[in-house]
């Protein structure tokens, strides 16, 4: 029984096709940084950091990498542009950077003043330094609760 | 019979195919279609466009009608045809033209279009940045809007019209290029955070937008050719065939040819806005609404307005020492003087960033202000209700001619001028840097004794004033000009002129609750100079530029000069008393060797 339940996971697993994007990190993989040093993580965050990413993108429509063109990845590339004042309105609890941003990952707006509040909390309780941490912050936040209430990536 | 029915026939394609291209031939000398190739006025037989890829006919970059013939044969032939040409298939449609193939699902267009339907359009313009020669006459871009009561409008799309330049371009091959040529240029379509972002908070532009009254159709219509044209290529040219030109044009596909004027040899965006001002579109104002975005420095200099004297001193103290925020001086403050003073603070400390001054303390500044307004509610308390800048189109315009006579020594002469663009530092302060002087090809001539004098030819004259707008932080940045041509030096002598290069750097300071100026700058100058047997000279110069009564300025200047074999020092004042939009009267002084008093009419156009 065990067996046969242990080849129908593993069969399962074979099928369930996870999203690309799901598993992308952007800041490493996608973006200048990415075109620059495509096979080392670590270079091309630093690159990231200095270029902003996705300058190359001629329209809002193109992105280079298939499993670049996701929600999570339109976020990264907001928060990594406007991280300063993504923070500044995330202290005060409003703004239309902080909405824009929500938008951008396709959360309804009925749910921004509540998400709001519950990364507000977080950012309190946590050390958010840069953009990179303000996405995870984000995204882990709407996968324990907001879940519903955003696009799927 | 048989033979007769075969000769009708005949006859009768014949004649169709020639109604066909009678009718084609017209179509093709149509504005609209002209526009959709982007073909150059008068002749229309060369496009802007200079990649042939953009073109169905091998022909079609030099000729409307052969374009116009593939683009139907493509449109019978190639079901995926009307998606990469959805303008130029709809505009055919309602020009009565069928085609072969049916109507395709253009999924990606429909997608960048439709998503999130594009209800609107409206043209911003960017303010001047003296930082970057490319950005001094302000910057001009389209918005796609999509916003809704859903969906913010910092995810509109926003067009952009720029040249491909390298990074780490040489500043000279910079403007070399930008001026004479050598750069390709296009349209990119970005999200409008972009640009609001990198303009607002990181270049400190104020942006305008002109929303314009357009029917859903043409808005589409629009939307459907800078889907055709985001990937074609264009030369760029600074002064003419620009962001202005380039988006100008994109509206005329439908309010006609009400903005762009191809005679000009500059084209300013302050112009495409007084013209979109005056623009009308189904008998009624073409501009529906217009709105204000302030930079960042704007929003700060009115959050410093808003706080109390008592609150501003505890700010500095934060500013100075952010372990200030955990005594009791600020702890016992009521929760709004918190707030304000915190979002006053966070401002200032978003401009520092952006300045990188001071960088590990202004980190250290932004931590203490986020850890202290988490602890308070939610919400802001600073709200500015109305700001004092006006929208560009009440500007003054930016080309002018001028009428003028001159005394100096008893002796009487009358002059004309001529000034290609763009201000001056008495110019109203409508839409541009208050003090600053960005003038180019400034010329002047006068008639003495039936003789004919060239006075002024000044090629570039650039002036930038960076005084602290606050009490404090008094974060003035160094001021600066340059300025290179031809004077005649006339309170010298009549034959004595220079010709020159000149740069100058120094302080400037802001009193009389702003409205006047004094600033200080070291200059050198190059040249053949009147005043010198050297090819160089250097000055002190102190001044102040104030306004007088209503719009109503004075500058006045002190000049004392290092070498020189005769006086060694100018001094001058002028007065600018404006009379309408379009006019201004000067009164001007100067003394050095001689007196010299002038009288001065300018008329502004364009």
Known sequence: ?153 | MKIYSFIIFIFFIASFNLQASATLKQLAQHPTWLNLGHYKKPAFNKSYITNTSFFISSRGATSPFEELKATVQSFNKDPLAQCKYPARYTWLQKQGLTFTQPKSSCIELEQWRDAQPIHSISLIFASGYMSNPASLYGHLLLKLNRSSAKNNKLLDYSINYGAHVPDNENGLVYITKGLFGGYKAGFSDQLFYRHQHNYGEIELRDLWEYKLALKNDDTKFIANHLWEILGAQFDYYFADENCAFHIAQLIELVIGEQLTNNSSPWMIPTTVFSKLNQATYNNKKLVQEVRFTPSRSTVFIEYMKKLTSNESTIAEQIYKTPDFLEQDDFISLNIKSKKRIIETLFELAQLQQIKKHNIEHIKSLKKALIKTRLTLPIGNEVHVSSYTQQAPHKGQKPSNMSVSSTQVNKQHNFGLGFRLSYFDSLASDVARIAFSNLEMVDTEVSILNSNLYLDKLHLLDLESFSPAYVKWPKENNLSWKINAGFERQNTLCQSCTNTFVMGGIGKSYLTNNNKTLLFTLANGYIGDLAATDNIYDASLELGLITTLYSDIKLRTSHEQFILGNDDKSSTQAEISIPINQNFDIRVSYKHSNLTSWKLKLNYYWQ
């Not at chain 1, 129908?8 to 099928?15: R, W, Y």
């Not at chain 1, 995330?90 to 709001?116: F, T």
Request: a negative charge.
């Open chain 1, 1 to 153: 029984m065990i067996k046969r339940c242990l080849a129908a996971a593993v069969l399962a697993s074979a099928f369930v096709v996870t999203p690309a994007q799901a598993d992308v990190n952007p800041w490493q993989q996608c973006g200048i940084g990415a075109m620059v040093f495509p096979d080392n993580g670590t270079a091309a965050a630093i690159s990231n950091v200095i270029w902003d990413l996705g300058t190359t993108a001629v329209s809002s429509n193109v992105s280079s990498v298939e499993s670049c063109k996701g929600a999570n990845v339109k976020t990264a590339q907001f928060i990594q542009q406007t991280f300063p004042i993504l923070e500044q309105e995330i202290a005060q609890g409003e703004g239309e950077y902080i909405s824009a941003m929500l938008n951008v990952r396709g959360c309804d707006s009925s749910a921004h003043s509540q998400m709001i509040t519950t990364i507000r909390n977080d950012f309190a309780q946590t050390s958010v330094n840069d953009a990179q941490a303000l996405y995870t912050l984000v995204e882990s936040n709407i996968a324990s609760q907001f879940s519903a209430n955003c696009s799927a990536i």
